[in-house]
């Protein structure tokens, strides 16, 4: 299994600023993912960070926006940029283990925009 | 990536078995089905996968028809606590997760 932590876990910004969001897990693992899920809606896969070489998005999610750092196997950050009222969300990580047919989510972390 | 369909929400009581359904006409040979639940202000945590045939643990069972269009998630003796949402998903791998819309389940007392 694998522990994971997020921070913040809740925030609160101005439009047009940015938050970079933390995910820390207990063990190294190859791939981290990054998901957001609006208010009572289904989880939406952002993108998949691999330690070592640029992050893959999902189809509607840009580098620009969203932007992903994997300094190692352990860590991974989400930046939101230019933050509009519809980034309000909760932002999850998740890892997958190599020798595990599960992904490990962390608590998430509560943006809202203002 | 193989769709999946599952009931928007479903209510049980206390004590009662639910079973949950998903459809998934389109999987592929490599993928497994593989059910989450999620709490509120929680991340999805994982409650059991399948290929076919049946899958129980300690938590659910898992039955999966031969042609594997489809799967059924029951849940023996539900209490207020397993008041969730349940994803379906069906993927070749941990690498590989779409979540669809979920069920919204309500036990009541």
């Known amino acids: 299994s694998a522990v994971i932590s997020q921070k913040p876990s809740r925030d609160i910004c101005q439009r047009g600023t940015s938050l970079t969001i933390q995910c820390q897990v207990d063990s190294q693992v190859t791939m981290m993912f990054w998901y957001r899920q609006q208010p009572g809606q289904s989880l939406t896969l952002i993108a998949t960070a691999n330690q070592g070489s640029e992050a893959t998005y999902e189809s509607g999610f840009v580098i620009d926006k969203f932007p992903i750092s994997r300094p190692n196997l352990t860590f991974s950050t989400l930046t939101v940029s230019n933050m509009s009222p519809e980034d309000s969300s909760i932002y999850l990580c998740s890892v997958g283990l190599s020798n595990s047919y599960e992904q490990y989510f962390g608590p998430g972390t509560r943006l809202t925009v203002t | 990536l193989a769709k999946t369909t599952q009931p928007i929400s479903m209510d049980s009581y206390e004590g009662q078995e639910v079973n949950i359904t998903c459809s998934h006409n389109?999987?592929?040979?490599?993928?497994?089905i593989t059910w989450y639940q999620q709490f509120p202000s929680q991340g999805p945590r994982f409650i059991i996968q399948?290929?076919?045939t049946k899958v129980t643990n300690e938590v659910a069972s898992l039955f999966i028809p031969a042609d594997r269009k489809s799967s059924t998630l029951s849940l023996p003796r539900v209490s207020l606590s397993d008041t969730a949402v349940y994803y379906c998903?069906?993927?070749?791998?941990?690498?590989?997760?779409?979540f669809g819309a979920g069920t919204r389940l309500t036990v009541k007392p």
């Open positions: 399948g290929y076919k």
């Open positions: 998903l069906v993927a070749e791998n941990n690498n590989d997760m779409r």
């Open positions: 389109n999987i592929a040979t490599n993928d497994y």
